[in-house]
């Protein structure tokens, strides 16, 4: 069994994920979406769910926003099964496209990739959670 201030830490870090999702699930129906900000909360989302899985298993990491870096920290055992060319694609939506210069506009499609993307991690990692045995309720992600 989890010590009570780790199950919270790793429960903290789903809502937060969650909050960004829902941003997503808000914004995306409107036909004047802010595609590069679905992407970046698409990223946000991920990244929260790896950094709860890394706490989970008890594994540091560093200050970073590269989802890659990340899953790679993930242990074997957790079976994530994720695809590191999504996972580099979501990391660079996520930054590239909010600076000035940025030439391309990111699509609708794309900003939908991004949404799926981070749904993957999602359930990936809830997956590997359940398998764990640990207990989501009292979070969005239940």
Same mark, same amino acid.
Request: aromatic share 8%.
């Given at each position: 069994?989890?010590?009570?201030?780790?199950?919270?830490?790793?429960?903290?870090?789903?809502?937060?994920?969650?909050?960004?999702?829902?941003?997503?699930?808000?914004?995306?129906?409107?036909?004047?979406?802010?595609?590069?900000?679905?992407?970046?909360?698409?990223?946000?989302?991920?990244?929260?769910?790896?950094?709860?899985?890394?706490? &989970?298993?008890?594994?540091?990491?560093? /200050?970073?926003?590269? #989802? %890659?870096? *990340? @899953?790679?920290?993930?242990? =074997?055992?957790? +079976?994530?099964?994720?695809?590191?060319?999504?996972?580099?694609?979501?990391?660079?939506?996520?930054?590239?496209?909010?600076?000035?210069?940025?030439?391309?506009?990111?699509?609708?499609?794309?900003?939908?990739?991004? &949404?799926?993307?981070?749904?993957?991690? /999602?359930?990936?990692? #809830? %997956?590997? *959670? @359940?398998?764990?045995?640990? =207990?989501?309720? +009292?979070?969005?992600?239940?």
């Amino acid at each position: 069994m989890l010590p009570e201030n780790v199950t919270t830490l790793v429960k903290g870090w789903f809502t937060k994920a969650e909050s960004d999702l829902r941003n997503i699930r808000l914004v995306l129906p409107d036909p004047d979406c802010p595609f590069d900000t679905v992407c970046f909360h698409a990223q946000q989302a991920a990244e929260k769910y790896l950094k709860g899985l890394l706490t &989970f298993f008890a594994i540091g990491f560093p /200050k970073t926003h590269d #989802l %890659e870096e *990340l @899953a790679a920290l993930v242990p =074997d055992k957790a +079976g994530l099964n994720l695809n590191v060319e999504e996972l580099i694609e979501l990391s660079q939506l996520a930054v590239v496209p909010r600076y000035p210069g940025f030439e391309d506009e990111i699509s609708r499609d794309t900003a939908e990739r991004a &949404f799926k993307t981070a749904q993957k991690v /999602k359930h990936a990692v #809830l %997956e590997s *959670l @359940a398998r764990e045995g640990f =207990d989501l309720r +009292g979070t969005p992600a239940a």
